[in-house]
């Protein structure tokens, strides 16, 4: 709110605040650089954030009653979904496979936990099974290579799953907790294309995380952390 109107005085809010807030807080970055402005959600729970500071003032008779009542977005209302340009996706996954081709012919760094090779194996095996089965962010993330069934064609998505994954960048431990969007056990098709891959890419492996470290450890703490990396090539390629 501050970045927006300034500091000022309780009794003397801009005049249209309630109608304008929305719409000015639509023109704020989501994080400092990004070109991504922030949500209907986020600029709901500022202004909810706002109206219950609002409230507890004048509960404790700092101030008699609201000063203002922001219009807010509806819970309903977010934000457009990605259109892709024609041939988009194919320049993802080329650019995929040329940064780890070219990271398979750099010599590792024995103090890294990971090689680049290891870190875009990873980018791509992600990449493929969000674009060619459909697995959101949170699935690909929390995707053991147990629940991949190469032989029936199927991937298992857990109901509920909460592991140890191992180390983090700081070498802290911590834990995958997952849990679907239904509550349930869930199962999807595997597309032939997919599956060659999978069967190329995992040969022998039969358990462990699907993104993984070198030593066994869950590649991301997060699954925006796996966001932002889908960002980044997104980005890159236009």
Same mark, same amino acid.
């Given at each position: ?122 980018? !791509?095996?992600?990449?493929?099974? +969000?674009?060619? *089965?459909?697995?959101? #962010?949170?699935?690909?993330?929390? $995707?053991?290579?147990? =629940? !991949?069934?190469?032989?029936?064609? +199927?991937?298992? *998505?857990?109901?509920? #799953?909460?592991?140890?994954?191992? $180390?983090?960048?700081? =070498? ?67």
């Amino acid at each position: 709110y501050l970045s927006i109107y300034g500091d000022h005085f309780i009794d003397e809010f801009p005049a249209n605040v309630e109608k304008e807030f929305k719409l000015k807080m639509a023109m704020i970055p989501a994080r400092p650089g990004s070109s991504k402005m922030l949500s209907p959600r986020s600029i709901r729970k500022h202004g909810i954030a706002l109206h219950q500071f609002f409230n507890h003032l004048a509960d404790h008779g700092w101030i008699s009653g609201r000063p203002v009542k922001f219009k807010l977005p509806s819970l309903s209302e977010s934000p457009a979904p990605r259109k892709w340009k024609e041939g988009s996706q194919d320049k993802v996954t080329g650019r995929i496979v040329k940064l780890l081709q070219e990271a398979k012919n750099k010599p590792g760094k024995k103090s890294r936990r990971m090689s680049e090779a290891e870190i875009y194996a990873n980018h !791509l095996r992600a990449w493929m099974v +969000n674009q060619h *089965i459909g697995l959101r #962010l949170a699935e690909v993330w929390s $995707l053991r290579i147990e =629940n !991949l069934d190469l032989e029936d064609g +199927n991937v298992i *998505i857990p109901g509920y #799953l909460e592991m140890d994954a191992g $180390l983090d960048n700081a =070498n802290q431990p911590f834990k995958i907790v997952f849990r679907s969007k239904s509550g349930r056990t869930e199962s999807s098709a595997i597309p032939e294309a997919c599956l060659e891959f999978l069967k190329q890419d995992l040969g022998e492996k039969k358990e462990g995380w699907f993104l993984s470290r070198s030593d066994g450890s869950a590649a991301y703490r997060t699954p925006q952390a796996l966001g932002k990396v889908f960002e980044r090539h997104q980005k890159a390629v236009g």
